[in-house]
């Protein structure tokens, strides 16, 4: 019940950014900033992926970010 | 590929001239030339030293990526990870004012708890070695595919996995829609065999071979989904909402954890058989798990520095709901130089069948546990994790940087005591803290 409320809510966020978010954004010549290593939203891979490991093993969530880093025999 | 972008769209615009639609062209040719011919390898290193307090587990993990745009933004990654692990970890006994006796996973190895002292097994000693590879490509101008595999192999547990995305820009590149699937095959062979789940472990004098029943090689299989959309908000800010599912079905227990099963005092119980003395039963974990979260993510660039925060919200069908706050804030202080503090809080609720302990009278009956499932692994109580760090880094260029980082994360238990009486005093559920250090440097040859 809830989670079926969760897909439904990020089906709308989705749907509002893509047909509502058109206004929204950039010019092509105005990603400088947007280009910059400190803005990309995982600069630092190995890091954040150390980190989920730990994480995951101490926790019991999962997930976020993206997947596809492995499993481990941890949780 | 943003930048590519805007050199396009020079070359595009008419009105600029012939000179900018020649330096364009010439400078598209030079790149994708040199991308064909001599990319380098892109080498990102990390090393990362973890230790928990009071002897608890220290970790190594050293790891290694490199990456190489083939041509045509074809890139192809590799990553190869060491993860030593040792130390000891609670098994999920609790403590007693007498000393108590564990056997350790094998049979022959019995490990011990003092009076007052939470049960810790330090029997175990792996290293685990993983292998993740990945091919990315454009599709067409708009869509860009990646395929990945993933091979883990330690001294209990194996794992493969493959993974699949696709992502397509909107909105002149502005929003980007996501979908990615991962499937996980897990083979777990415990140490010592697999205990059968919910019977009585036996330790020290008792201990004949025969009586620890098991199982043989269990196996576990994950699938997981996204779907993500990233948005640039404004030429300071971008943004992205994911949402996971992940479905996965076999074994889930841990094999090397059980359950104090106590009388209405508080005492450990003789098990009902002759055999056993101190009754503490195997967990036992659902067959399945269904995961849902949102996360939310945001990079703000401020005038030199850039915030970055995030916000994850977990609930599974074990009954764990999780919120988990992360932040950092970078702060440029010339030379290329920064200084990343970091703030992470993170909540969870406990699972329907957390257990600090099990009751005799309650959750027992002749030798027999009567529960669907329990386990009184710490990871699964309700509990509150934080996390205070800061880093420090260097870049030399846009693809080589070393930095250092330090970190502190402690969590503490919502429930820690009991009010019976046998257990009046004790802390059922010592705080956890670890620090964290590692070290990066990525590099171009």
Known sequence: MISRKMFLLSLLITSFLLSGCSNLGVKAWERDLLAKKSM????????????????FSKEASTGGRGFGGGGCGCN | MQLITQQSDIAT?????????????????????????????????????????????????????????LGDERIFSLKMTLDSLTGASPNGAVASNNPQSFTGPSGEKNYDAGAGETPLDDSFKDTRAALNVNWEQPWDERNKISLGGNFSKEYDFTSLGLNAAIARDFNNKNTTLSLGVGYEADQINPVGGTPVEFTAMVYGEDET???????????????????????????????????????????????????????????????PSAEISNWYTYENRPDTRTRHSIYWANKIHLTEDVIDFSYRYYTDDWGIDSHTLDLRYRYEFGGNMYLEPHLRWYQQGAADFYNLYLSQSLHTSGDSVTLDYASADPRLAELT????????????????????????????YKVNSSSLPALSGLDLAPDMTAMTISVGYSFEF
């Open chain 1, 40 to 55: 990309q939203l995982n600069a630092y891979p190995l890091e954040s992926a150390s980190d989920d490991h730990t994480y």
């Open chain 2, 13 to 69: 615009n008419k009105t600029t001239g012939s000179i900018a639609l020649l330096l364009a062209a010439a400078s598209v040719n030079l790149i994708s030339g040199a991308q064909a011919k001599d990319a380098p390898w892109q080498v990102d290193s990390s090393l990362l030293v973890y230790s928990e307090s009071d002897s608890r587990v220290i970790a190594v993990e050293p790891i290694v990526a490199l990456k190489k745009d």
């Open chain 2, 209 to 271: 071979e025969d009586l620890k029943q098991t199982r043989s090689n269990e196996t576990k299989d994950v699938l997981d989904l996204l779907l993500g959309v990233t948005q640039v908000m404004s030429r300071h800010w971008v943004t992205q909402v994911n949402y996971s599912y992940g479905s996965s079905s076999g074994y889930h227990s841990d094999p090397y954890k059980v359950l104090s099963i106590l009388d209405n005092q508080g005492n450990l119980v003789n098990h």
């Open chain 2, 385 to 412: 994790g934080t996390t205070f760090g800061l880093k420090y880094g260097i870049e030399f260029s846009r693809v080589s940087e070393f930095n250092i980082r330090v970190e502190q994360y402690s969590q503490s």
